[in-house]
């Protein structure tokens, strides 16, 4: 079974060889923070209000953390000499100073409750906002991809992008970004309180800190590429999973089970790889903070008792001094954390951002102009198409006209180019050379959503999607309950609902499991029918249906009061096609025939070849 994105590489019935990879593969091992987790900034700054109270919150959260200090220091003073230090102090708390002392630390620690409890609801409403709009201008981008851009990616991989790695990034804004609001305000607090103290003392504590900043650059250059092949690798995960419980069936009828255990084993043991590496680099950074901070501790312990000594700062002030000395080590024990989730996130960025960047190469031109009229004509002129990824010409030259009313059938050997001409007319491809018209205007010079809306189309793959047979009907419309039973009329749909047990609102599972492939396909013929479409346009639709059931759906669809509907029908049943007003015959992308049923059997050619195998008159004439 293979898997969307695979195929560079022999892969050779090994389910660890042919595991797509991104290019970025190839880049270099060293790589720095900050080339697309800044973009998330822009995104916050849409709720500025939000995050600037936020920080605001902080920055008081933060005083009310430190000033406990000070106090300690103040009743440290106190109980050692029996004054006040500083003494504006007496005429606030002289009359009953050891409750004063104690009265002051509460109300530090409520007003502390208070402004985190508010800073953190801010920034994490913040993030919430900025999590909706970055996941939602990445739905977008992917939702306005021509259906071109599908075909090489693996839907797992793409689905992982929009859950966890958007997530991920939500932790940077919520997280990452108040940590990084607190150890500035706290650092840049602290280093004002302890300069008025003692300006010997302070430059102690903040020298060894300077190593830091080698160990961040060391630390930041090696670990964020692990990170992102761990983002690939649950990506892949995802996607291998996905394919496995969406063709569940086919793997236990062909014993695959062990086959894709070793797929699945093969990604979760390169996610582990990866995460082992990055965990190795983590904790090497740690402790060095750790050392650095023990460092800078020792020393203005050490240096405490000559300061002291000299009489520049008093006991109470030394012991506020150790105190935010302390306060300001925590700040570096979480820094490890920081930028391991940093390192993350940009991991994610750079997978979240490669999607919402995308631009879609099938758009409408800058003087397009709506279809504002019907579908009175389709007409092809000297097409030409050839897919990118293929090496030669999918069509070549072909050329033929549809008016109101007329049926035309396609037939031709797998391969032949029939659905790409489908696939032509809606616009999810262009061709190279030719021109496609509508009403006699090039189908460049419309805009795409006006001419879908005024198309019918139903895949040889019918997709339905979770949810009722109600809701797939009326996909994206606002349906009456008259106009929903005319289109399952039509499309011969109307006595199997009724004989379920929930009638129209039975559930039909993930893609319509819950239904047959003949049920399928009726419904999906009834919701293209539902839009009262001027152009039907029909790819292998008939395929699942038996030949009694296809029978009753064209007498229905071709004695349609619509009488200037036109129809285009993709066909290897040529039963499917014979009544139509004109048949073509397609080899190798390349219109060898065309005309009426009765002259093509009587030119005895491609479709009388075709003709005869499936009536088996082929098989009795050579008996």
């Known amino acids: ?94 009359n009953s100073p050891y409750f004063g002392f104690g009265v002051i630390i509460f109300l530090c620690f409520l007003l502390l409750a208070i402004f985190q409890g508010t800073s953190n609801y801010l920034w994490q409403a913040t993030s919430y906002n900025a999590q909706h709009d970055i996941r939602m201008d990445a739905a977008r981008s992917l939702i306005d991809m021509e ?34 609001v607190r150890i500035l305000i706290t650092f840049t607090m602290a280093a004002i309180i302890l300069s008025l103290m003692s300006v010997k003392l302070t430059l102690m504590l903040f020298s060894p800190l300077i190593l830091i900043i080698p160990m961040v650059v060391w630390f930041a250059t090696r670990v964020q590429r692990r990170y992102r092949k761990q983002r690939e690798s649950t990506g892949s995960i995802v996607s291998i999973l996905e394919n496995v419980l969406g063709g569940i069936t086919v793997m236990q009828a062909y014993n695959a089970q062990d086959f894709e255990k070793l797929r699945v084993d093969s990604e979760s043991e390169r996610y582990r790889d990866q995460a082992i590496s990055a965990s190795l680099i983590r904790n090497r950074f740690i402790p060095g903070i ?11 312990v050490t240096a405490g008792g000559w300061v002291l000594e000299s009489g520049e700062i008093s006991i109470g002030e030394y012991v506020t001094f150790l105190l935010i000395s302390t306060r300001m080590t925590f700040p570096l024990f979480i820094l490890g954390a920081l930028l391991n989730q940093i390192q993350r996130g940009e991991a994610a960025a750079k997978r979240v951002f490669a999607i919402v960047d995308l631009e879609p190469s099938i758009v409408d031109n800058e003087d397009a102009m709506p279809l504002e009229s019907d579908i009175e004509s389709l007409a092809f002129e000297d097409v030409t198409f050839q897919y990118p990824s293929s090496e030669g010409n999918v069509l070549n030259g072909i050329s033929f006209k549809v008016t109101p009313g007329e049926f035309v059938g396609i037939m031709g050997h797998t391969g032949a180019g029939k659905s790409t001409i489908l696939k032509l007319i809606e616009r999810f491809y262009e061709p190279q050379s030719g021109r496609i018209l509508i009403n006699g205007i090039d189908i460049n010079k419309l805009k795409i ?151 093509l059997v009587a030119a005895d050619n491609v479709y009388a070849s075709q003709w005869k195998i499936q009536t088996g008159e082929l098989d009795s004439e050579a008996a």
């Open 290 to 300: 750790y050392i650095v901070a023990g460092l800078a501790f020792g020393l203005i």
């Open 449 to 599: 959503d006006s001419i879908r809306g005024r198309i019918g189309f139903v895949s040889q793959d019918p997709f339905l999607f979770f949810g009722t047979i109600r809701d797939n009907i009326a996909y994206a419309r606002d349906a009456t309950e008259e106009e929903i039973d005319a289109a399952l009329i039509e499309a011969g749909a109307k006595e199997f609902v009724m004989n379920l047990p929930e009638g129209i609102d039975t559930e039909v599972g993930d893609r319509g499991v819950k239904l047959s492939g003949g049920q399928k396909a009726r419904i999906s013929l009834a919701r293209a029918l539902l839009t009262k479409p001027n152009l039907l346009v029909l790819d292998e639709a008939s395929a699942a249906l038996d030949a009694e059931t296809e029978q009753r759906i064209q007498s229905s669809l071709f004695s349609s009061v619509d009488s200037k509907r036109m129809t285009v029908a993709v066909a290897h049943r040529l039963a499917t096609i014979r009544n139509a007003d004109e048949i073509l015959a397609m080899v190798d992308g390349v219109i060898v025939e065309r005309g009426l049923h009765e002259e």
């Open 147 to 180: 259906a071109s851009y599908f075909e090489d990616r693996q839907t797992g991989n793409l689905m992982s992008v929009l859950s966890a790695d958007i997530s991920l990034l939500e932790d940077v804004i919520s997280d990452s970004s108040t940590s990084i």
């Open 1 to 94: 079974m293979s898997t969307n994105g695979q195929g560079k590489g022999d892969s050779s019935g090994d389910p660890r060889k042919g595991i797509s990879r991104d290019s970025s593969d190839l880049e270099d091992e060293s790589q720095v923070v900050g080339k697309k987790i800044w973009r998330i900034f822009p995104y916050v700054l849409r709720y500025k209000k939000l995050a600037f109270g936020g920080v605001v919150a902080n920055a008081g959260a933060r005083a009310s953390d430190l000033l406990p200090f000070l106090t300690i220091g103040w009743a440290a003073d106190f109980y050692a000499t029996q004054t006040f230090n500083p003494a504006w102090l007496e005429s606030y708390i002289g």
